[in-house]
């Protein structure tokens, strides 16, 4: 357990100072943000066919529990997120995709990184994702209200097969049972963490 996750004796701003030096951004930082990003566009792109639209299931948000040990990483996961939507106004969307859908990685990784309960954070995605992207679809699809929630149902199923069945199964073993993961992923907090 790091100083950083010993800290209920602190004082509330003693304990926000120590969660907001987490956003520090070292030279090994930038790099391994930098590989994430570039990871998060390899497997959108790889798994295309899957990665847009109403019904996606895109591979490469299982990265996205990464923020849940090092919130650091909300730099590389939207600046992937961004780059990989670029695809997506070929893919018959427009560049609202590029905005809307980094947003609610940008707003996802931010919920998620002062979480104490990994399968809880891993609903937040979901969540995120479900309302902005399904709205922008039913927008862009000239849909109502009713529509709105088929989006919000697709988009949020397929984020939670990836990022609360799949992503949070690969990270509960690796991080419990393999000693060197957590210093793999660099994580900074959560490395006791709950369910």
């Known amino acids: 357990m790091t100083n950083l996750e010993n800290n209920e004796q602190l004082s509330l701003g003693q304990r926000l100072k120590n969660y907001f030096s987490l956003y520090k951004l070292k030279t090994r930082d930038i790099a391994t943000n930098a590989i994430v990003a570039a990871l998060y566009v390899a497997l959108t792109y790889a798994f295309y066919w899957c990665s847009y639209g109403m019904i996606q299931f895109r591979i490469s948000e299982f990265l996205i529990l990464l923020v849940f040990f090092n919130p650091n990483y909300i730099y590389g996961l939207t600046i992937g997120c961004a780059l990989a939507n670029i695809y997506s106004v070929s893919m018959g969307l427009t560049p609202l995709d590029i905005v809307f859908g980094s947003l609610a990685t940008l707003i996802s990784c931010l919920l998620m990184s002062p979480m104490r309960h990994m399968f809880i954070a891993s609903l937040i995605p979901a969540l995120m994702n479900g309302l902005i992207v399904g709205a ?19 988009v949020f199923l397929g984020e939670f097969v990836v990022i609360s ?14 000693a060197l993961f957590p210093k793999l992923i660099n994580a900074k907090r959560n490395l006791q963490f709950r369910f």
Not at 136 to 149: C, I, K, Q, R, S
Not at 169 to 177: D, I, T
């Open 136 to 154: 922008e679809l039913t927008f862009l699809m000239g849909g109502n209200g009713a529509f709105f929630y088929v989006n919000f149902g697709w």
């Open 165 to 178: 069945l799949f992503s949070y199964s690969l990270f509960f073993v690796l991080m419990k049972k393999n």
